[in-house]
């Protein structure tokens, strides 16, 4: 297939674009380099001839118009979006901006060019949050057909962006497909998301915040079961569909720093238990309670289940931050990023 992958600088989506070459597909990388990039996260991927590299911003119309005309996709996965909850909550404009504004241009680009080229095969693949549902009680599960309720400007602006990813299907047919995931960890995390801040603060013997009393649970699912579920989605998924991807791996946030000192404590060991570090700091306002997702539709419909464990996969990530300084050290001195690392944290 031709692949875009817009936002295929950041976390999700360089991962998404490394899986896409492996699987054969042409990519075409649409990014703006935003703070939150990093092609390096691609590595020698960026030199392969099925990939390519676009520096673009999903709202300039113009260029994403000629990026569609002259890739001819038979796909795109939507991922390029401001993505971090405290910065939304300091600056809401941008993330209207590019979480709404971007995804309308992105998706009127789209149509005008499927239309124009006769309505061929295709699928639009929006990439969303379970943060569009809001916040859980003790009990119960997010499913697609919880109706939204997003609390804070990040999840808003996304539930927005479903909204119209789906009123382009309704309106204009628009062949759409998708997901809203749980919390990911992996390789190549922006340092200011929990699980990356908490190993940083933790080996440089700085405080590791925490919000509020830690009692906020979140369901994590690891980076390569996301990756792996969104090609599920896109192949398989029923146009029109949404796709709740969820880790079934929920953790109270302050058991979760606590797991990390204590894999820390065996991998890198000090005089005293990193555990001894955290730090509570003022919870974030609106701050949602729980999330937790019923996957049962992707389980029974396309046959897809995460296959990594939280605790596998936390013991992998944390040794890839431990061995990777060289790729969390930069972005740490960028403008803006060590500043924000002093604050709080979460996902
Ligand atoms: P990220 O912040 O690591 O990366 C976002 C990328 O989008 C960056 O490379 C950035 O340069 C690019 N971008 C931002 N604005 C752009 C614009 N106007 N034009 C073009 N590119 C732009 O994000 P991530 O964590 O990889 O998340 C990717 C997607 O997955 C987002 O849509 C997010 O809402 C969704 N998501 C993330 C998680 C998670 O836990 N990280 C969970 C569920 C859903």
């Known amino acids: 297939m031709r692949l875009i992958v817009t936002g295929g600088a950041g976390f999700i989506g360089s991962a998404v674009v490394r899986m896409a070459v492996d699987k054969g597909h042409d990519v075409l990388n649409i990014d703006a380099l935003t703070y939150a990039a990093c092609l390096e996260n691609l590595g020698p991927v960026q030199k392969h001839p099925r990939y390519a590299f676009l520096k673009a911003d999903i709202r300039d119309h113009a260029a994403m118009a000629s990026a569609f005309a002259d890739f001819n996709p038979n796909a795109v996965l939507h991922l390029a979006a401001e993505t971090h909850v405290d910065r939304s909550i300091d600056g809401p404009d941008l993330f209207v901006d590019t979480n709404v504004a971007g995804t309308c241009t992105l998706l009127g680009v789209a149509r005008d060019w499927w239309e124009s080229v006769g309505r061929p095969s295709f699928r639009f693949h929006h990439i969303s949050t379970d943060e569009v549902f809001g916040s859980l009680g003790p009990e119960g599960l997010f499913s697609e057909e919880t109706p939204y309720t997003p609390r804070s400007p990040y999840a808003a602006s996304k539930a927005s962006s479903d909204h119209l990813v789906r009123a382009w299907y309704e309106t204009y047919d628009l062949p759409v497909v998708l997901s809203n995931c749980s919390n990911n960890y992996g390789p190549y995390q922006f340092p200011e998301k929990l699980i990356p801040l908490v190993i940083i603060k933790a080996i440089s013997g700085e405080p590791i915040p925490v919000y509020g009393n830690g009692g906020n649970v979140r369901d994590w699912l690891n980076l390569e079961d996301h990756v792996d579920a969104l090609f599920t989605v896109l192949e398989h998924g029923k146009t029109g569909r949404s796709y709740n991807i ?90 803006g990023a060590s500043q924000r690392l002093g604050m709080k944290a979460e996902s």
């Not at 946030?253 to 990390?260: E, K, M, Y």
């Not at 991998?267 to 729980?290: L, M």
């Not at 049962?296 to 296959?307: D, K």
């Open 246 to 335: 969820g880790g079934e791996a929920e953790m109270r946030n302050l058991d979760l720093v606590n797991h990390i000192c204590s894999i820390l404590d065996e991998k890198r060991p000090i005089e005293r238990p990193y555990r001894e570090q955290i730090t509570f700091v003022a919870d974030r306002p609106g701050h949602d309670k729980r999330y937790a997702m019923d996957i049962t539709r992707i389980r029974t419909e396309l046959g897809w289940r995460p296959r990594v464990s939280l605790a596998q996969g936390l013991e992998k990530t944390i040794a890839w931050y431990l061995d990777n300084e060289a790729w969390w050290r930069p972005l740490l001195e960028r403008e």
